[in-house]
């Protein structure tokens, strides 16, 4: 049996039972970590020492009513603060930037005796969709080390993948917890927006940006969702829903299958393989139906204009004064943000200036704001007649490292199909089918139950533990 | 709708405003493509749309006035199988 490869709910099982230790399980993966993060570049900072210190701690008080992440090694995205140690969101700018406190998050998995073994590699201040503009170079796909990870939140996801960690936390803004968990074949669960409090994560784009797990199965995905939602009062958008994420079942589910998702010219690989997931579902639920949502052509530039417009204030703060890198100068602000910020952060801040700038504003930031509302209020219509909308995650399967990077417009593209529910605020989870490509199920507000369900169910109709 | 001109002294004034140091040509060029490939969302008709930005949440009817009890039943969500079902 090997440890690293197991959804940590069954280590759970394990470890009550005292078949494994929790030092045992740490130290498999910290030796996974060794044989494996030189080439996949999953960590940017690693805890080893830290980690199996806490491991020891924790066996002293395993009983049967141990919560279940207690003593299970997870990893943390590197936007996300955890008090005392670095917080570098991938940038040179918080190089040597030291978090004072820890996120709301980060409290809520250590109060359940999670173990954190590091922070994990990311697109600089999560805006990429391939985690290959890190200050701690890129993140290589664990199935093939020549091709991306996807991104943000790639380093979380590859560290899943190879063993390095039970599971992470990742951030999504515009689909940065999907895509790289689908390139890498894991689960990624969006929440709805609110649902997971935000405090200590690095500011994108506040609007959208949200916390979530990435996982090996859903159930994992499940607790951890469990562990980190609910209100918190350092959030002002928090909200005081609770995440209902007991299974149930999905004979009485309607699933829609949007036409604008699947183009004319997508990828017949990529279209094969929904189609396939599309299937096995077909015989178990109530009705399959084919619906429309237009407003998924203006999707990707609403988004790309308003989380830039929100990025440039957000980043505003970072000014050579406050936070991380310093280039003393007689012009310290722009001197310091210049050698600070890389090239793709530098590109949204002035494309974020220039929508929000006077006589741009009403032509772009505006009408962006118009597309979210009718991207929103699609949705809305849909969910009239479909309990859940099942797509693929991405246009693209994972790609060789250093092909999109130079080519911003491309690589934007990557995200078309999970911004329309960002900009929703909608929660979505992705899963894997097979070589990179993954379907992506967006439920209503609050109804991740309902999509954990459902991938419950396609875990099983495959064979997945 | 007024349709300003984008140019590369709008970009670098616009760097100049987001206090970054003005952007090679190439930048800027790259730049200008996206911002155009973006107007394709001025097609959109926007006579009849709210243009306040997510006005389909009512927040209120999700956030109450003081902060509920949010602690969850941990014990319970030990899975198990109920009905050939995984439940947690």
């Known amino acids: ?465 | 709708m007024k349709k300003n001109r984008l140019c590369r002294k709008t970009i670098e004034e616009i760097a100049n405003l987001a206090k970054l140091k003005t952007p090679s040509e190439q930048f800027t060029e790259e730049l200008i493509k996206i911002i155009k490939s973006f107007e394709l969302i001025q097609n959109l008709d926007t006579k009849k749309i709210d243009s306040r930005g997510l006005s389909f949440i009512d927040i209120r009817q999700l956030r109450p006035d003081k902060p509920e009890h949010t602690d969850i039943d941990l014990p319970t969500l030990t899975p198990f199988i109920h009905k050939g079902f995984i439940v947690f």
């Not at chain 1, 562990?227 to 829609?256: E, Q, V, Y």
């Open chain 1, 1 to 465: 049996m090997e440890l690293t490869r197991l959804p940590f709910y069954q280590l759970h099982k394990l470890i009550i039972k005292k078949e494994i230790s929790i030092s045992e399980l740490v130290g498999a993966v910290i030796k996974k970590v060794e044989e494996i993060d030189d080439t996949v570049n999953g960590y940017s900072f690693f805890y080893p020492e830290e980690a199996l210190e806490q491991a020891g701690q924790l066996e002293k008080n395993v009983d049967d009513k141990i919560p279940p992440l207690f003593g299970i090694p997870i990893a943390i995205k590197d936007n996300i603060a955890i008090e005392g140690k670095p917080l570098t969101c991938g940038s040179r700018i918080l190089k040597n930037f030291i978090s004072p406190y820890s996120a709301t998050v980060i409290n809520r998995l250590k109060e359940q005796g999670a173990i954190i073994l590091g922070k994990t590699n990311l697109d600089e201040f999560a805006m990429g969709s391939s985690s290959e503009t890190s200050i701690f170079g890129p993140v290589r796909n664990p199935f093939n080390e020549k091709l991306v990870a996807g991104g943000s939140s790639g380093g979380s996801a590859a560290v899943v993948a190879y063993g390095g960690a039970c599971a992470s936390l990742g951030s999504d803004t515009g689909g940065s917890i999907r895509l790289p968990a689908s390139f890498c074949g894991i689960v990624g669960l969006k929440p709805t927006y609110g649902l997971v409090s935000r405090y200590g994560l690095a500011a994108y784009a506040s609007s959208l940006d949200t916390i979530g797990p990435l996982t090996r199965n859903t159930i994992d995905a499940g607790i951890m969702l469990q562990a980190i939602a609910g209100f918190d009062p350092n959030d002002s958008t928090s909200l005081t829903a609770h995440p209902k994420t007991i299974l149930k079942s999905i004979k009485d589910c309607r699933i829609g299958i949007p036409e604008e998702y699947f183009p004319d010219d997508l990828n017949p690989e990529i279209t094969d393989a929904i189609n396939n997931v599309i299937e096995i579902f077909k015989p178990e639920i109530k009705e399959l139906k084919k619906i429309s949502l237009p407003g998924t052509g203006y999707a990707l530039a609403g988004y790309y204009l308003i989380a830039p417009a929100e990025a440039s204030s957000n980043l505003a703060r970072y000014d050579g004064v406050r936070y991380g890198l310093r280039i003393a100068d007689n012009n310290t602000y722009v001197k310091t943000r210049d050698e600070g910020f890389g090239t793709e952060v530098k590109r949204r801040i002035i494309l974020g200036t220039f929508v929000l700038s006077r006589g741009y504003y009403e032509q772009y930031y505006n009408v962006a704001q118009q597309v979210r509302n009718v991207v929103g209020d699609e949705f809305k219509k849909a969910f009239n007649c479909v309990d859940v909308i099942l797509t693929p995650v991405a246009p693209v399967k994972p790609f060789p490292i250093g092909t999109l990077v130079k080519d911003p417009l491309m690589m934007y593209h990557c995200d078309s199909f999970t911004v329309p529910a960002s900009l929703a605020g909608l929660p979505a989870l992705a899963l894997p089918v097979k070589d990179g490509i993954g379907f992506q199920l967006i439920g209503p507000w609050f109804q991740e139950e309902l999509l954990l369900s459902l991938g419950r169910f396609y875990e099983k109709s495959i064979g997945r533990i």
